[in-house]
């Protein structure tokens, strides 16, 4: 059985950075892609970035394309969500996710609980 346990969420203010974490189990890490979606108060989820299960291919949302990277430690089942020049439109719920294939690009059918992100102004 798959678990996704995030990490790393918190308050801070704009400008300022956060790292998310999230740890696996259940299946083989490596083997598939890796992603992280966000949503806000009275919005729908929506992707944010993901990373093939070899790690070296990445995709992003336009929105956050160079100020986002998403990494992954398959040593460590592990991905990251390095967070950088944080504003308020940032605020949300995010969550981790593990796909059905290898491709960053999904589908992702396991998700974690999610990890708070508020920005304060």
């Known amino acids: 059985q798959v678990q996704l346990v995030e990490s790393g969420g918190g308050l801070v203010q704009a400008g300022g950075s956060l790292r998310l974490s999230c740890a696996a189990s259940g299946r083989t890490f490596s083997a598939y892609a890796m992603g992280w979606f966000r949503q806000a108060p009275g919005k729908e989820r929506e992707f944010v970035a993901g990373i093939s299960g070899s790690g070296l291919s990445t995709y992003y949302a336009d929105s956050v394309k160079g100020r986002f990277t998403i990494s992954r430690d398959n040593a460590k089942n592990t991905v990251y969500l390095q967070m950088n020049s944080l504003k308020a439109e940032h605020t949300a719920a995010y969550y981790c996710?593990?796909?059905?294939?290898?491709?960053?690009?999904?589908?992702?059918?396991?998700w974690g609980q999610g990890t708070q992100v508020t920005v304060s102004s």
């Open positions: 996710a593990m796909s059905r294939s290898s491709s960053e690009k999904g589908p992702y059918d396991r």
